[in-house]
């Protein structure tokens, strides 16, 4: 395992809000996970930890679609302040972990951690772990839910209020996305994804190749210069084991599968920035999906079973 000479500080930013799910209660997540001592357990692995708490945004107006998007003007805002903390926290040099609030906020982190590494001359790589692809436009989601188009925004489609944040349009390009986990997409988002050349590993590729293949893969090229941000969505996991998330699907990746690929990421030593999200403690039972997030999150900020040798 290759640590870097001093560990970041890792910096938790609360962003409370469900605007862009379809199923409300993601707004509950930043409290349903320093309930589940995050903090705490980061602190344990030898970090030092702050918590800025929680950043400020409008509340859930639950209005219907209009052209294609649900609470855009709302899902801006979030997404403006979102921008802001994360780009402070990567000034201080500290490593943003966002605590959601639904995947929509992944638009304001990442455009932000692009624009930082633009400025530093890193290269940035995206892993993107989630049941979907999250690469709907206007045209074809059957919801308008805004959580389900964080990757096709930062890949220059969507509204121009959130494919603009960042000084580069598009923020980021297909050719930095790895997705894995993925097992529902909609049908127009099926072609969208193939015709972008986005990188997906599937859950049929994961079962095929098992989760460290897939890992290596996925992996496969960074270098000393690479910022690394790890996008976690929380269906990417099976609904057996985190039943607290708004859009379960069946067959997801496993306990073990989880920690491998954690610490594999780990590993790498390249973490820089990432995003938890689609907690939903109104679907949770006994806040287990939240203590399940802070084991694995300790996995990926390196809690390892044994002394592991240096590679
Ligand atoms: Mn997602």
């Not at 800025?52 to 639950?62: F, H």
């Not at 049929?204 to 890992?215: L, N, S």
């Amino acid at each position: 395992m290759r640590h870097q000479a001093a560990p970041p500080t890792l910096e938790l930013i609360g962003a409370p809000t469900d605007v862009g799910a379809g199923v409300r209660g993601t707004s509950m997540g930043p409290a349903a996970l320093r309930v589940a001592d995050l903090d705490t357990a980061l602190r344990l692995l030898g970090f030092h930890v702050v918590d800025s708490g929680d950043i400020l945004g409008p509340l859930n107006p639950r209005q219907p679609p209009i052209n294609g998007y649900r609470h855009l003007a709302e899902v801006h805002a979030w997404n403006t302040a979102l921008f802001d903390a994360v780009r402070g926290a990567l000034a201080r040099n500290a490593l943003p972990i966002v605590l959601g609030g639904d995947h929509s906020l992944a638009i304001g982190s990442i455009s932000a951690v692009a624009q930082d590494c633009r400025q530093r001359g890193k290269r940035l790589r995206v892993l993107w772990l989630d049941a979907h692809t999250d690469f709907n436009t206007s045209d074809m989601t059957p919801t308008g839910n805004i959580h389900g188009m964080p990757v096709a925004c930062l890949c220059g489609h969507g509204p121009m209020e959130l494919t603009s944040l960042s000084d580069r349009q598009p923020a980021i390009d297909p050719a930095d996305v790895r997705q894995l986990g993925i097992r529902s997409v909609d049908e127009g988002e099926k072609q969208f994804v193939q015709q972008m050349g986005l990188t997906v590993y599937d859950m049929r590729h994961i079962d095929e190749m098992g989760m460290r293949a897939t890992m290596q893969q996925a992996l496969d090229g960074l270098d000393d210069d690479t910022h690394l941000h790890v996008s976690f969505d929380l269906d990417f996991l099976d609904p057996d084991i985190a039943p607290g998330v708004g859009t379960p699907v069946l067959g997801g990746v496993t306990y073990r599968e989880a920690q491998l690929c954690m610490e594999m990421i780990a590993d790498t030593g390249r973490l820089g920035s990432v995003d938890v999200v689609e907690l939903n403690p109104a679907r949770d039972v006994q806040n287990r999906t939240a203590l399940l997030t802070v084991d694995l999150l300790s996995s990926l900020f390196g809690k390892s079973t044994l002394v592991r040798p240096t590679l």
